[in-house]
């Protein structure tokens, strides 16, 4: 198990941008694979963002694709997601997830083994 800390929640009008970080507690950082998950109210846990174990690999929803960007930085056991052009759509609580091994592709939910607390992104028309 990784324990995960996400960051960088917020209120944000419509167009503007965030960037979340997450530091994981972990001595083998770089044989996880990571990814961002949202959780809008009402609605099931949705993988938004994925990248691979070294970070050459990444991997986004078509809801997101060309707006948001997922890194990592495996010298910091942190890892990133830059938000822009928000939408009102995508207000959830998002989290920061690991799973062991040389993942290929967005991962669902239910893929991953390990889980932040969760930060609130919430963007205003």
């Known amino acids: 198990q990784v324990q995960l800390v996400e960051s960088g929640g917020g209120s944000v009008q419509a167009g503007g941008s965030l960037r979340l970080s997450c530091a994981a507690s972990t001595t083998t950082y770089k044989s996880y694979y990571m990814g961002w998950v949202r959780q809008a109210p009402g609605k099931e846990r949705e993988g938004v963002a994925g990248i691979s174990t070294g970070g050459s690999g990444t991997f986004y929803a078509d809801s997101v694709k060309g707006r948001f960007t997922i890194s990592r930085d495996n010298t910091k056991n942190t890892l990133y997601l830059q938000m822009n052009s928000l939408k009102p759509e995508d207000t959830a609580v998002y989290f920061c997830?690991?799973?062991?091994?040389?993942?290929?592709?967005?991962?669902?939910?239910?893929?991953?083994?390990?889980w932040g607390q969760g930060t609130q992104v919430t963007v205003s028309s």
């Open positions: 997830a690991a799973a062991h091994g040389s993942w290929l592709g967005l991962l669902d939910a239910h893929d991953y083994t390990s």
